[in-house]
């Protein structure tokens, strides 16, 4: 059974700093590529980051480039997001993914 338990979030400044990770059972990590998606309140599932399984190639949405970084651990089977110069509108419920599964996620709030 795949489980991803993202841990790491919490209550943060705006222009603050998180760092985020998610560890990965119950597959062979390092052969699948992996992402982290948010949920906003009251809004859709948004994709933000991605990986390759080697974690050479990564991609991001526009919202969060430039200020967050996605990263693994294949020897941890563990995926990470620093989150940099955060905005309140960072504000969601950060899940790791491996498609189509969605672990559970931990909780972002940024706000003075």
């Known amino acids: 059974e795949v489980q991803l338990q993202a841990s790491g979030g919490g209550l943060v400044q705006p222009g603050g700093s998180l760092r985020l990770s998610c560890a990965a059972s119950?597959?062979?990590?390092?052969?699948?590529?992996m992402s982290w998606v948010r949920q906003a309140p009251g809004k859709e599932i948004e994709w933000i980051a991605a990986?390759?399984?080697?974690?050479?190639?990564?991609n991001y949405a526009d919202s969060v480039k430039g200020r967050f970084t996605i990263s693994r651990d294949n020897a941890k089977n563990t995926l990470f997001l620093q989150m940099n110069n955060l905005k309140p509108e960072d504000t969601a419920v950060y899940y790791c993914?491996?498609?189509?599964?969605r672990g559970r996620g931990t909780q972002v709030t940024v706000s003075s």
């Open positions: 993914a491996k498609a189509p599964i």
């Open positions: 119950g597959f062979t990590f390092s052969q699948y590529a």
């Open positions: 990986i390759n399984n080697g974690g050479g190639s990564t």
